[in-house]
């Protein structure tokens, strides 16, 4: 009887070959054990080692960091001065601990969140240092500030007089108590309000400013040229 032979397509097919032996089945072992050995070289090698520093490179190294944020919050309150507001924000961003705690910071940050047009981190941030020693007046100021942002006029009214009965000094105060006034039509309280303010900053473009506008909504033309 004649048997028909399997081409090398077929047997190429089958995955045997004319023995009946699989090919490749005892090739592939030597591979899986190497595969097995390199993932455990891997585990192996994947242990981190902690580098530890001595307690004197450590103290240094706070050193240099202490020096650097109060190098950066000195140029944030400058900025702050010349309304670089959004640069000032950015330093502070940027001011590790303890510093970035510190009752100064804050009010830097504080009033760096108001003059980029966020009361309201603004508020928070004065009001944690209105109990502080030596910043109350400057906290109530910010609080004001913050209120007349918000739309809040009798709420920072409260707070603008609370902070010139504490420190008649602060010119913003008294330029934001004529602006309360302005908007009730006190013309009297307006105008005392900013001469006050003119007499701690004769020069200052804003409180002139404000104070021209209150002349003309009362018709008083020539004053307010």
Excluded at 10 to 28: C, L
Excluded at 100 to 105: I, K, Q
Excluded at 187 to 212: F, M, Q, V
Aim: proline share 3%; with cysteine.
């Amino acid at each position: 009887m004649l048997t028909k032979r399997r081409s090398r397509t077929e047997r190429s097919f089958t995955g045997r070959s004319a023995s009946g032996r699989r090919r490749g089945a005892g090739a592939s072992l030597p591979f899986l054990l190497a595969g097995l050995l390199i993932l455990a070289g891997c585990g192996s090698s994947s242990v981190e080692q902690t580098e530890t520093i001595d307690p004197e490179t450590a103290a240094e190294m706070q050193r240099i960091q202490a020096e650097e944020d109060a190098a950066m919050l000195k140029a944030a309150e400058e900025d702050l001065v010349y309304g670089r507001n959004e640069l000032a924000l950015e330093r502070l961003s940027g001011i590790g601990e303890p510093l970035r705690s510190s009752t100064r910071a804050r009010l830097a940050l504080a009033e760096a969140y108001l003059g980029t047009g966020n009361p309201t981190n603004a508020y928070a941030l004065f009001h944690s240092v209105v109990s502080e020693p030596g910043y109350g007046a400057l906290g109530l100021q910010g609080l004001g500030l913050s209120e007349l942002a918000l739309g809040r006029e009798e709420a920072a009214a409260g707070f603008l007089q609370q902070a010139v009965s504490q420190d008649a000094s602060l010119w913003r105060a008294w330029n934001a108590l004529g602006r309360y006034h302005d908007n009730l039509e006190e013309w009297a309280e307006a105008e005392r309000s900013y001469n006050t303010a003119l007499g701690l900053d004769p020069d200052n473009k804003s409180i002139l400013n404000n104070l021209g506008i209150s002349y003309a909504r009362q018709e008083r033309y020539p004053e307010a040229e």
